[in-house]
T-cell receptor, first 111, second 110 residues
Framework: GENVEQHPSTLSVQEGDSAVIKCTYSDSASNYFPWYKQELGKRPQLIIDIRSNVGEKKDQRIAVTLNKTAKHFSLHITETQPEDSAVYFCAASIGNYQLIWGAGTKLIIKP | DVKVTQSSRYLVKRTGEKVFLECVQDMDHENMFWYRQDPGLGLRLIYFSYDVKMKEKGDIPEGYSVSREKKERFSLILESASTNQTSMYLC?????????FGQGTRLTVV
């Protein structure tokens, strides 16, 4: 069946450095790829998304890139700050109303 | 402006009890989902519903059932709670690509 693989499961970076989280999806029909951030004890919230007709999207320190040929997409966070510490989930659309989720990446920002 | 509300943040239940987890959304979304979240396993889909009285099994439906009598409410039922159902349960609702999550219910079965 369809799946999304997400790596790494844990990522520890020095404050101020960049962080990159990668996801690979299996369904070639997927056309929508959101990223969610879940802070400790809180609900997941959308931080950025990208559609299949776009290769890259940027929002301040956050960017997402998509390679449809290779079926992978990545989240890039630059100039990391303590408030970036959280679990990040990628997802890929399947069918008309479902998302398949990655297993999550715990991002730790070291002071 | 809370959009998806789960009835409890924390629950402790005994093995064998019937457990109801309630989820209500105020956005008139047609699609609602129940996920289970465990460390290292991400979000695993238990059941989803795309309309009132409609339900579909997700990836891990065993031991669970659901009810959707009204559009705004989607209930997850553990027919006979077991210790391996101790977990964080997340409800979500969506309309097309717009998704919102509830705050989660941490269920402990003892």
């Amino acid at each position: 069946g369809e799946n999304v693989e997400q790596h790494p499961s844990t990522l520890s970076v020095q404050e101020g450095d960049s962080a990159v989280i990668k996801c690979t999806y299996s369904d070639s029909a997927s056309n929508y790829f959101p990223w969610y951030k879940q802070e400790l004890g809180k609900r997941p919230q959308l931080i950025i998304d990208i559609r299949s007709n776009v290769g890259e999207k940027k929002d301040q320190r956050i960017a997402v890139t998509l390679n449809k040929t290779a079926k992978h997409f990545s989240l890039h966070i630059t100039e990391t700050q303590p408030e970036d510490s959280a679990v990040y989930f990628c997802a890929a659309s399947i069918g008309n109303y479902q998302l398949i989720w990655g297993a999550g990446t715990k991002l730790i920002i070291k002071p | 402006d809370v959009k998806v509300t789960q009835s409890s943040r924390y629950l402790v239940k005994r093995t064998g009890e019937k457990v109801f987890l309630e989820c209500v959304q105020d956005m008139d979304h047609e699609n609602m989902f129940w996920y289970r979240q465990d460390p290292g396993l991400g979000l695993r889909l238990i059941y989803f519903s795309y309309d009132v009285k409609m339900k579909e099994k997700g990836d891990i439906p065993e031991g669970y059932s659901v009810s959707r009598e009204k559009k705004e409410r989607f209930s997850l039922i553990l027919e006979s709670a077991s210790t391996n159902q101790t977990s964080m349960y997340l409800c979500a609702s969506s309309l097309a690509e717009t998704w919102f999550f509830g705050q989660g219910t941490r269920l402990t079965v003892v």
